[in-house]
């Protein structure tokens, strides 16, 4: 599940470059056809029926989600928010999600690093090596929870906490209850996902032959974005080409660019 905005569903924008990593990937094209794409407004659900089977209009009334959304700016905050609590229906519905920000590329399959008891799994801005630490720095980009009564409560007790932290976003909000600790009658566990696997421009691995997802964080504006992912991709085929040629020698992704390093 992916969620996009009018700025972010244009052609030529985030939504593009997103499928076509998958088609570039490994073993990766037909995981497009479980992917939901939700529309957060009309001209986006539009374009998203042009380009993909599965799209869904989530509609709020009063609500203008169409622009570009500047980080903590506008209606960022809330849009985010209440992305989150869509996340928590689909559990309540009794489905299980991976969802994924739009400015991620897929080059594999995450599923194989998610184990068979995981419940909430974040991918991390920063990752410290050790999975279960609460000194990860979480981001929500990445984002797998499997549907539990007690997943259920710990959506139930992260929405209920931003009343704690006022003009904070969810993944601030899911940080500080991580850190806390979740409380033990929710029962669900946290862990978080090896940025050497699950990249981004904030921290990332050098090896492609491990890496699986590569995302345009720690990069403020679409166009600054845009610019490096498409870096990254043109890296990636490159690669592939290396690789189906027999050439075994070292080569990773063009640094620095505008917001990777």
């Not at 076509?20 to 998203?48: K, P, Q």
């Not at 799209?55 to 985010?80: H, I, N, P, T």
């Not at 679409?222 to 070292?250: I, P």
């Amino acid at each position: 599940m992916t969620a996009i905005n009018e700025a972010w569903a244009a052609p030529g924008s985030f939504l593009d470059l997103f499928l076509e990593s998958f088609r570039h990937g490994e073993g990766t094209e037909h995981l497009v056809r479980h992917l939901l794409v939700v529309a957060m407004d009309g001209r986006a659900f539009e374009r998203c029926n042009a380009v993909h089977q599965f799209c869904y209009w989530f509609r709020v009334d009063g609500m203008d989600f169409a622009a570009e959304q500047s980080y903590m700016k506008g209606d960022y905050l809330e849009m985010m928010w209440r992305r989150n609590r869509f996340q928590q229906t689909i559990l309540e519905l009794g489905f299980s999600f991976l969802f994924t920000d739009v400015d991620i590329l897929w080059f594999r399959s995450p599923f194989p690093h998610l184990s068979p008891d995981a419940q909430v799994v974040m991918s991390s801005d920063f990752f410290v090596g050790d999975p279960t630490s609460p000194g990860n720095y979480p981001n929500g980009g990445l984002l797998y929870v499997r549907s539990s009564a007690s997943t259920v409560r710990f959506y139930e007790h992260w929405q209920s906490s931003r009343a704690r932290f006022p003009g904070k976003h969810e993944q601030f909000v899911f940080d500080r209850i991580v850190k806390e600790g979740v409380p033990p009658h929710v029962g669900a566990t946290v862990r978080f996902l090896d940025t050497g696997h699950f990249g981004g421009f904030c921290q990332h691995g050098k090896e492609l032959g491990r890496v699986v997802t590569m995302h345009a964080n720690c990069c403020v504006g679409l166009q600054n974005k845009l610019f490096d992912l498409r870096n990254v991709l043109e890296d990636w085929k490159t690669y592939k080409e290396r690789v189906a040629a027999g050439n075994m020698d070292y080569f990773s992704w063009r640094v620095p660019g505008r917001c990777i390093h």
